[in-house]
C-alpha cells in the first residue's frame, strides 16, 4: 500500500479491508494494464476511493492519480467513469463539488452531514465545513496528541455552527458518546470524563460538533498531578497587540530566570498564552502550583501597575493587561495547541517560536484553512519535551 501513493495512516485503515476483498481474477484490460506478478494482488472493486488526477491516458487509464480518500456515500455499483468533453473543460478551475449525502470519512469515521457550514468564513470568503473540520484534525492530530493525550478534557461543541443557537461546554462522558473517547474515572466524581488518547477520536469530535478542545494542564495519566503552566495574556479591549508581545517577552524573561524554559502560542482570540512544563515531584500539589504562578505574575504587576494586574476586575482593566494565572488549578483548563475556536474567521491557537512573538504577529492569520500548511514547516515547540524541569528550585527562589 505504501508503495501505491497512500501515506501511512492511510495504510494502516486500508490494508486490512483491502485482504477481505482478496480476488483471484485481474479486473483491468488495456495495453499498459498491470499484469499477474511477485507482489501483485486484485480486489474486488468494492470499495469506492475519491481519486485526483491530471487526465486519461490513450488505454484509459489515469495519469498521475493521487488518493484522496475513502466514500461511504456512493456505492461501488454507481461510480461512472469521468470523461471530459473538450481539453479547454479540462483547463478550467472548478469549485469541487458537494459532497453527496450519507457522509464521507475521515480516519475510518464517518461524518454525517459534511457540507453543513461550521464557521461562515475563514478570513477567505469560504465557509468551513464539517467534514474539513474532521480533515484539518487528522492533519494536525500527530502534532496535537502528545499535548491533550492522557489529561482530561473538556469540549466546546456547537453542532449547528458558531451562528447556531445551541452550543455546550462538555466535561463528563455523556449518552450515546463515542467509544473512541477514553473514559477516566476522577476522584471526587461519579460521572467519568472524557480524554482525546487517539487520533480516531478527534474524528468523532468533529462528528460530534466539537469545535474547541480545552484539556487539563495536569501530568499526563495523573489528574492530581500539575504539569505544566498556562499564563494568559489577555488585553483590556482597545489595547494595541504590541502590548502583549512585550507581556509575553517580559514573562518569558522571569521564567527563564527561575530557571524555567516557557513557550508562546495564540490564544484564536486576541491574547497569548506562555506555556511552561515542568515537574512537580512530591512535595508540590495543585495548591502550591497554583500559588507559584499567582506570585510570578503578582511580581511582575507590582513592578509595572500601570501596564498588568492580576485582578479580573474589569472596571480596574482599562488599558493594561490580565495576567490571568487562575488555569493553574485542578481540573482548570485552557485551550489546546492547534484547537480550532468557535470565532469568527476559524482561527486555532497556533504554537510559536519566540521569534515569531515580535512586531506584525496577526493572531488572525492562523486559522483552520493555514495552520496544517505552516505548522508542518514550523520549529515551533520542537524542545517542549526537552523543557520540561523541576519545580521544587523554583519555589526556593521565590521563597
Same mark, same amino acid.
Given at each position: 500500500v505504501h508503495h501505491c501513493g497512500y501515506n501511512g495512516e492511510d495504510g494502516k485503515l486500508l490494508l486490512p479491508r483491502l485482504k477481505q476483498m482478496a480476488a483471484r481474477e485481474n479486473p483491468f484490460g488495456g495495453r499498459n494494464a498491470p499484469r499477474r506478478a511477485a507482489g501483485v494482488h486484485w480486489v474486488k472493486p468494492e470499495l469506492v476511493a475519491?481519486?485526483?488526477?491530471?487526465?486519461w491516458t490513450g488505454d484509459g487509464n489515469v495519469r498521475q492519480a &493521487?488518493? #484522496?480518500?475513502?466514500?461511504? /456515500?456512493?456505492?461501488?455499483?454507481? $461510480?461512472?467513469?469521468? *470523461?471530459?468533453k473538450t481539453d479547454k473543460a479540462l483547463a478550467m478551475p472548478k469549485k469541487a463539488p458537494k459532497t453527496a449525502p450519507g457522509g464521507s470519512v475521515v480516519m475510518n469515521q464517518p461524518i454525517s452531514n459534511p457540507d453543513k457550514p461550521l464557521w461562515p468564513d475563514a478570513g477567505d470568503g469560504e465557509p468551513v465545513t464539517k467534514l474539513e473540520l474532521a480533515r484539518y484534525y487528522q492533519a494536525v492530530a500527530d502534532w496535537m496528541l502528545p499535548?491533550?493525550?492522557?489529561? +482530561?478534557?473538556?469540549? $466546546?461543541? &456547537?453542532? /449547528?455552527?458558531?451562528?447556531?443557537?445551541?452550543?455546550f461546554f462538555q466535561r463528563h462522558a455523556g449518552a450515546g458518546q463515542s467509544t473512541l473517547f477514553t473514559q477516566v474515572k476522577?476522584?471526587?466524581?461519579? #460521572?467519568?470524563?472524557?480524554?482525546?488518547?487517539?487520533?480516531?477520536?478527534? &474524528?468523532?469530535?468533529?462528528?460530534?460538533? $466539537?469545535?474547541?478542545?480545552?484539556?487539563? %494542564?495536569?501530568? !499526563?495519566?495523573?489528574?492530581?498531578?500539575?504539569?505544566r503552566f498556562v499564563f494568559d495574556l489577555d488585553p483590556s479591549p482597545g489595547l494595541d497587540f504590541m502590548a502583549v508581545i512585550a507581556a509575553a517577552k517580559e514573562l518569558k524573561d522571569r521564567l527563564e530566570q527561575l530557571g524555567l524554559v516557557p513557550f508562546?502560542? *495564540?490564544?484564536?482570540?486576541?491574547?497569548?498564552?506562555?506555556?511552561? +512544563?515542568?515537574? @512537580?515531584?512530591?512535595?508540590?500539589?495543585? !495548591?502550591? &502550583?497554583k500559588a507559584i504562578a499567582r506570585a510570578?505574575?503578582?511580581?511582575? @504587576?507590582?513592578?509595572?501597575?500601570?501596564?498588568?494586574?492580576? %485582578?479580573?476586575?474589569k472596571a480596574k482593566r482599562a488599558g493594561k493587561i490580565f495576567l490571568d494565572y487562575l488555569r493553574n488549578d485542578r481540573m482548570a483548563t485552557a485551550v489546546a495547541p492547534l484547537s480550532p475556536r468557535a470565532r469568527e474567521g476559524? *482561527?486555532?491557537?497556533?504554537?510559536?517560536?519566540?521569534?515569531?512573538? #515580535?512586531?506584525?504577529?496577526? !493572531?488572525?492569520?492562523? *486559522?483552520?484553512?493555514?495552520?496544517?500548511?505552516?505548522?508542518?514547516?514550523?520549529?515551533?515547540?520542537?524542545?517542549? /519535551?526537552d523543557g520540561?524541569?523541576?519545580?521544587?528550585?523554583?519555589? #526556593?527562589?521565590?521563597?
Open positions: 475519491e481519486i485526483e488526477f491530471a487526465g &493521487a488518493f #484522496k480518500g475513502l466514500r461511504a /456515500d456512493k456505492p461501488a455499483a454507481e $461510480v461512472e467513469a469521468e *470523461t471530459p499535548h491533550i493525550q492522557g489529561r +482530561p478534557c473538556s469540549l $466546546v461543541r &456547537a453542532p /449547528d455552527g458558531i451562528t447556531g443557537a445551541q452550543r476522577i476522584s471526587g466524581d461519579r #460521572k467519568p470524563y472524557l480524554q482525546i488518547d487517539r487520533p480516531e477520536a478527534l &474524528a468523532a469530535a468533529a462528528q460530534a460538533g $466539537v469545535l474547541e478542545l480545552h484539556p487539563w %494542564n495536569c501530568a !499526563p495519566g495523573k489528574p492530581d498531578v500539575p504539569g508562546a502560542k *495564540t490564544t484564536g482570540g486576541k491574547g497569548l498564552h506562555v506555556v511552561v +512544563p515542568f515537574y @512537580a515531584g512530591r512535595s508540590i500539589g495543585w !495548591p502550591e &502550583a510570578i505574575c503578582a511580581r511582575m @504587576a507590582a513592578d509595572s501597575p500601570d501596564k498588568y494586574l492580576i %485582578n479580573m476586575s476559524a *482561527t486555532v491557537s497556533m504554537p510559536l517560536t519566540w521569534a515569531q512573538v #515580535k512586531k506584525g504577529l496577526d !493572531p488572525k492569520s492562523f *486559522t483552520i484553512r493555514t495552520a496544517p500548511g505552516l505548522i508542518g514547516k514550523s520549529a515551533a515547540w520542537k524542545d517542549y /519535551d520540561e524541569r523541576p519545580l521544587m528550585p523554583v519555589l #526556593k527562589k521565590l521563597a
